[in-house]
């Protein structure tokens, strides 16, 4: 299948043309809060049900949490070394850390704006409440008063400040109140300040039960903030004293791990020393309650050695995406996205060994079910020709059905070998449990390469058919995590194809032995064949463009930030040639720029389902070359991490991938924003007797026609 191309005058590329100005590159932090902002923004659009409207305001709250615990924590760290080196935007870490704080502070400000002034009042309408301290009634407050005493007071720890009882460590994101007090303790005591932590175990939100409903009648549930119980208790851990100001806060912290891999002889011990530590880091930001004195702001940020830059004082609750939990407690199906089935191919039978076998099988998940990838490992696991199971492990989540087959293959005393990468952020914890059971049960656990996160998507099965030994394999684009492959799109290869297979066979002998890497025949691999080999096909367009032939690139991932690719891609757009880039997230590269970038179109797709897939298009003169892979386009993926990227060969699946993967992507109109050479995105609208075209949905529709 070809893609119409238009043709274009041939170009080269100008001897006075710097592509590496940094005014032709966009700032990789500040690009990142933009699609924090995309987001964001999905708050506002009035066609999602409204409690997917909560959802992404609290996936936004926690974007925002994450982007401070590791991509500001750096910034911070690299500022307070001196360092000055910047990137290709020439943006050193305390001017990046300046224009950071004013469009942080921006999204916050919308953050609380969107909560208080449009999506309470619209709950509201939905007879869905959250009651405030002056809201509660008679029956009400005796209720939460039996439930401040029976829940909370016997675990909460009000901590007095005097000179024996020093500030203390506050948790990583958890919610404190600071407390002004008058009066003297039973000692004698009168510090005037006191900090309250509460309860970890207890639920941010509490929902009261149904007799207590509102008196208007138009109630249906009503919730009341964990903050709002301990404000209007406040004064019961504080006994003969009066309570002045209670008012409350909470620390974000550098969560980065740091672990010298080369000075450490076992990484899981390693990495199981470091990550208490995660919980106490350095302080990154604050956030406070916006009715909270001078006085008491200056004395916490001095606490934390913080200045007003990292400060955020918020209308509401300082955690916002523990409003996470609402949608599963109310019971609207109204109110949130329809559900829906994911399907599974025709042409996969029962017997997947020998489906397979018959044929190369692509998935695309949430539309496709993830079923069968598991189903591949549990019948891999219990089929007596199997001999050999292999996989690599990023995330998969707790209570995998995946690691319960490969602990059952490896009782069985089947071969299985898997890698499982420790430091896939913020699953350490998970992974090492998970590498513990897994070898408990007799299976071979490999961490992956020093200094190379193993962050390829890979499984193997070696199975006995007849005289010979046939291999299995599955290949993909995101993690063998069945929750996530619900609400991300991902692309899966399930092949029994020689040569693929071989490949396969190579790198899990790179990843467990030693010895150099081995020739692959049709995969490319990070970090040894891919950089090199995207640098290659965006060169051979370069010269059909300059040859007056049809010459197309489009790139489909999540980030561009790899310095290489964008200045090839700039002399590739600068030859002629036609570039459509799908990124959803960062991109660095400044699209329609006169004469370096106007033939490049850069758009993200923010919808439903997280936009996670990684395809790599180009024309080849009409020869369509089609690429899925575990890697974006960042220096890590392709320089730092182990990543494969596999060919899709077999003509039907490769269409399906062009005219459903990409070129329906590029015709969305509602959910798709265009980016500008100025860095800013405006989202598209369909104008007036324009057909409205969501790419997600017309999949979904599509699903649902063939089941």
Not at 58 to 81: H, M, P, W
Not at 243 to 259: K, P
Not at 396 to 416: F, M, P, Q, W, Y
Request: negative net charge; aromatic residues 8%; hydrophobic residues 40%.
């Amino acid at each position: 299948m070809t893609i119409a191309i238009e043709k274009d005058n041939n170009g080269t590329v100008p001897e006075e043309i710097d592509i590496s100005r940094p005014d032709l590159y966009i700032n990789r932090e500040l690009s990142l809060l933009a699609f924090h902002r995309r987001v964001l923004a999905q708050v506002r659009d009035k066609e999602k049900p409204l409690l997917e409207q909560l959802r992404f305001l609290c996936i936004a709250s926690t974007n925002l949490d994450e982007f401070y615990e590791v991509r500001v924590a750096g910034l911070k760290q690299q500022a307070a070394y001196g360092s000055v080196q910047a990137g290709p935007d020439n943006l050193s870490p305390n001017e990046a850390l300046s224009r950071i704080s004013v469009a942080a502070h921006e999204f916050v400000e919308e953050q609380y704006y969107l909560l208080n002034e449009h999506l309470l009042p619209a709950l509201e309408q939905e007879n869905i409440f959250f009651l405030k301290r002056e809201q509660w009634n008679e029956k009400q407050s005796k209720w939460i008063h039996q439930f401040f005493n029976q829940e909370l007071l016997p675990v909460i720890t009000p901590i007095g400040l005097d000179p024996a009882h020093p500030f203390p460590r506050i948790l990583n994101k958890s919610l404190n109140f600071i407390v002004s007090l008058k009066g003297k303790d039973a000692f004698g005591r009168d510090s005037g300040m006191a900090v309250v932590q509460a309860p970890r175990s207890l639920a941010r939100l509490i929902q009261l039960p149904e007799e207590l409903i509102g008196d208007d009648s138009t109630h249906v549930q009503d919730f009341v903030f964990l903050s709002s119980i301990i404000h209007a208790h406040v004064e019961d851990l504080f006994p003969g004293m009066q309570v002045t100001g209670c008012y409350q806060f909470r620390l974000t912290r550098n969560s980065d791990l740091f672990v010298d891999e080369e000075e450490v002889d076992d990484l899981l011990r390693a990495l199981e020393g470091e990550l208490p530590g995660r919980r106490y880091g350095d302080s990154v930001r604050l956030e406070v309650a916006d009715n909270c004195p001078e006085k008491i702001i200056s004395f916490l940020l001095r606490q934390f050695s913080l200045t007003v830059k990292d400060l955020f004082q918020v209308n509401g609750p300082v955690n916002l995406n523990r409003m996470m939990t609402l949608p599963d407690l109310v019971n609207r199906p109204d109110l949130k996205y329809p559900s829906f089935t994911s399907s599974i191919p025709k042409n996969l039978g029962r017997n997947l060994f020998t489906s397979i076998r018959e044929h190369d099988v692509l998935l695309h998940h949430p539309f496709n079910s993830f079923t069968p990838v598991i189903d591949f490992v549990k019948q891999a696991a219990v089929d007596p020709h199997v001999l050999a199971i292999k996989q690599t492990l990023y995330r998969t989540g707790a209570n995998s059905a995946i690691v319960d087959a490969l602990v059952g293959a490896a009782r069985s005393s089947k071969e299985v070998t898997v890698i499982v990468e420790l430091r896939a952020r913020f699953d350490e914890e998970e992974n090492i449990r998970l590498a513990n059971r897994l070898q408990e049960a007799g299976a071979h656990i490999v961490y992956g390469v020093v200094g190379y996160k193993t962050h390829a998507k890979m499984t193997m099965v070696v199975r006995r058919e007849g005289k010979k030994l046939r291999r299995y394999i599955h290949l993909g684009t995101g993690n063998y995590h069945s929750r996530t492959s619900r609400i991300y799109t991902d692309y899966g290869l399930f092949s029994s194809d020689e040569k693929l297979g071989e490949d396969v066979h190579k790198m899990f002998l790179q990843l467990t032995s030693l010895g150099r890497g081995a020739r692959l025949n049709k995969l490319l691999q990070a970090p040894f064949t891919l950089h090199k080999g995207i640098l290659e096909r965006i060169e051979r367009e370069i010269q059909h463009a300059k040859q007056g032939r049809d010459a197309r690139i489009i790139f489909k991932v999540n980030a561009l930030t790899e310095q290489q690719i964008i200045r090839a891609l700039y002399r590739a757009s600068i030859a002629g040639v036609k570039i459509d880039l799908i990124i959803r997230g960062i991109c660095c590269l400044r699209p329609q720029i006169k004469g370096i970038s106007e033939n490049i179109h850069v758009r993200s797709i923010v919808g439903r389902f997280l936009e996670h897939t990684r395809v790599y298009y180009f024309y080849n003169n009409g020869l369509d070359e089609v690429f899925c892979a575990s890697a974006d386009l960042m220096d890590r993926n392709l320089l730092k991490r182990v990543e494969e990227c596999f060919p899709v060969e077999e003509s039907k699946l490769r269409k399906q991938v062009l005219e459903q993967g990409l070129e329906l992507y590029l015709n969305d109109n509602t959910q798709a924003w265009v980016l500008d050479s100025e860095g800013m995105y405006t989202q598209l609208i369909p104008e007036e007797g324009e057909e409205a075209i969501t790419a997600q949905q017309i999949i979904l529709q599509s699903l649902a026609e063939n089941v």
